[in-house]
């Protein structure tokens, strides 16, 4: 089993920051693929940014420039440095990691930004 949990959400003006923390445990290797995902209400989940075991990584056009996706092996842990947030990056955002062609996801994190 594999268990993810997200943190570092939280209500930011716009135009401020925010990390999200994403730590991983159980049956994991620390090359997993990972990413982050978010809902905002009424809306499809999408993808937001990736890391792939090889360190590359890739974003949504919405938040290129603006978000980074990082990883700490030791850690078990992906991180999200969000910049220049806007009132659309709203949404709840969820941790993803594949492991033996499973996704597994974590519970989210809800980020509001205000306008």
């Known amino acids: 089993q594999v268990q993810l949990v997200e943190s570092g959400g939280g209500l930011v003006q716009a135009g401020g920051s925010l990390r999200l923390s994403c730590a991983a445990s159980g049956s994991i290797f620390s090359i997993n693929p990972m990413g982050w995902y978010r809902q905002a209400p009424g809306k499809q989940r999408e993808l937001v940014a990736a890391?792939?075991?090889?360190?590359?990584?890739n974003y949504a056009d919405s938040v290129k420039g603006r978000f980074t996706i990082s990883r700490d092996r030791a850690k078990n842990t992906v991180y999200l440095q969000m910049m220049t947030l806007k009132a659309e990056d709203t949404a709840v955002y969820y941790c993803?990691?594949?492991?033996?062609?499973?996704?597994?996801w974590g519970k989210g994190t809800l980020v509001t930004v205000s306008s």
């Open positions: 890391i792939t075991s090889g360190g590359s990584t």
């Open positions: 993803a990691l594949d492991s033996r062609m499973v996704r597994y």
